[in-house]
């Protein structure tokens, strides 16, 4: 007897990816690196930074970029890995809990530090699923970049 077809796995992977899309495009990229640009710069060299200018706005197109690839489909793999290789560093250099001694900032820091960690994990999930199922995988609009 052949099981039906369900919908859901895909359907509730499309949902995540377009959540993720919003997130790190709309709120962190678009709101956050491009809209707050010079904040983000000041803020990159407050935290000595080498390439403080990166922080705004390059860093909000990369963001948009890695998202609307997760987003739509095209290449997500590349996008999810954009994803990762942004919060890497960034979790590394600009939310170093364990340097901080006020322990209202250490606790915030460390807030953002497992949020980007978990963010990493997400990314490493995406990129698995979408270059372990490649075009197998409904509602996107590219092929993976890379198969395995």
């Known amino acids: 007897m052949q099981r039906e077809r369900s919908y859901w ?20 990229g678009g709101m956050g690196h491009i809209a707050n640009s010079k904040g983000m710069e000041a803020y990159a060299r407050a935290m000595r930074f080498p390439i403080p200018a990166i922080a705004g706005w390059p860093t909000g197109l990369w ?19 954009m994803l990762a290789a942004f919060l890497i560093p960034a979790a590394a250099w600009f939310h170093r809990f364990w340097e901080l001694d006020d322990e209202t ?5 460390t807030g953002f ?8 994990a997400g990314a490493l999930i995406m990129f698995g699923l979408f270059a372990g199922l490649g075009s197998a ?9 890379f198969s395995f």
């Open 9 to 28: 796995p895909a359907g509730s992977s499309l949902a995540g990816r377009i959540i993720i899309a919003l997130f790190f495009g709309v709120m962190a």
């Open 63 to 81: 963001l948009l970029a890695a998202s609307i690839s997760i987003g739509f489909g095209i290449w997500a793999d590349v996008g999810a890995l």
């Open 105 to 109: 900032q250490k606790m915030m820091q």
């Open 113 to 120: 530090f497992f949020r980007n960690g978990i963010g990493v």
């Open 137 to 145: 995988l409904p509602f996107t609009i590219t092929d993976p970049l």
